[in-house]
């Protein structure tokens, strides 16, 4: 087989669904115009955005237990510590000096040993990560990527659509009070985002309030939004401050000039379109990418003038934990 596939489990459900089919490339106009799977990357300019065509079906994993992966050749390049707080500091100058408020900023963890059953780690992932957005996506030699993604980028589901602003991250903090003024101020740029995003609409706003995403905890801000007018193009919302920092051009251009590799399609998003009326999609976080010598996993985390490297470094190794601790 040959074919493209997209395997999925939505959050809080047991089951998954899969599409496959040939792989098509679509435009940000075009993504909610046929029924399907999406998988965008962090920025278009780069990367293509595909599309699984199909009607998602509910399938069994075990289908997939001998199934001959074809995995791309790409050299496995990581970021070391050391790296990290180069970038760290080049970021942080860049804050000082005005060009953005706050940065996001990302690693890559290099992993060669094996993976020995995909379907067997989903399912893993399926039950460790209740609230996740777990998926599995492949284009023969050329993508496959697994993650477990705790964000919602927007789900439509007519008349109301629905997102979220998830930002801040900490060990150990299930109440609001635990959380210092760094974490909210973090969370903050990406719910005056979202709020400018959706400016003018009628819309009810629920938070913020931190939730479990594995082996930490983040702020989270929900918005539910009536379709009154046209629908809310998920490239309006993408890739926000969460994604990228604030401002987000200045941000992204930061991002350009600093981190040591492309980020592909990490904190992209993707999800199904037009599943029984309902389009969900998630940003691409949490995630790794298989290539043919081992796996890359992919993490970062947000910078503002009071970071401390130490203290991001070991966030962003608590990050990757969510999909290593899982082999
Ligand atoms: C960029 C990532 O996380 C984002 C989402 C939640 C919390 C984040 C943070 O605390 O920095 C990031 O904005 C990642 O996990 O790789």
């Not at 609230?131 to 993508?143: C, D, G, K």
């Not at 007519?158 to 299930?174: D, H, I, S, W």
């Not at 941000?251 to 399609?265: N, T």
Request: proline fraction near 8%; include cysteine.
């Amino acid at each position: 087989m040959t074919e493209s596939i997209a395997l999925y489990s939505l959050p809080d459900t047991d089951h998954f669904y899969e599409v496959c089919g040939p792989a098509e490339q679509t435009n940000p106009e075009n993504v909610f115009q046929k029924r399907g799977v999406v998988f965008a990357p962090f920025e278009i300019s780069d990367h293509p955005i595909y599309r699984i065509p199909g009607q998602p079906v509910k399938t069994t994993l075990t289908k997939y237990e001998n199934f001959n992966w074809q995995k791309k050749h790409r050299p496995l390049h990581q970021t070391k510590q050391s790296t990290y707080q180069d970038m760290f500091h080049r970021a942080i100058q860049g804050i000082e000096v005005g060009s953005c408020e706050k940065i996001v900023l990302s690693t890559r963890s290099a992993d060669t040993s094996s993976i020995p059953s995909l379907p067997a780690f989903l399912q893993q992932l399926r039950q460790s990560y209740p609230s996740a957005f777990v998926y599995l996506f492949y284009i023969p030699h050329e993508e496959l990527w697994i993650g477990a993604s705790p964000e919602l980028l927007l789900d439509t589901n007519y008349p109301f659509q629905r997102t979220a602003a998830l930002a801040g991250t900490r060990k150990g903090a299930p109440k609001l009070g635990d959380w210092p003024a760094k974490e909210r101020e973090e969370h903050h740029y990406v719910e005056q985002y979202v709020e400018k995003v959706i400016e003018g609409q009628k819309f009810r706003k629920e938070g913020p309030h931190p939730v479990k995403a594995g082996p930490v905890f983040h702020l989270k801000t929900n918005y539910f939004i009536d379709i009154e007018g046209p629908v809310v193009n998920p490239f309006r919302l993408h890739p926000g401050p969460a994604l990228s920092g604030y401002p987000v051009q200045a941000a992204i251009q930061k991002i350009h000039e600093i981190e040591d590799s492309s980020r592909h399609y990490y904190t992209g998003f993707l999800g199904p379109v037009w599943n029984e009326g309902n389009s969900r999609l998630f940003i691409n976080l949490r995630c790794l990418e298989m290539l043919r010598d081992g796996q890359l996993l992919y993490a970062g985390g947000g910078l503002t003038i009071d970071s401390d490297a130490t203290a991001e470094w070991t966030e962003i190794q608590d990050k990757l934990g969510t999909l290593r601790s899982k082999f």
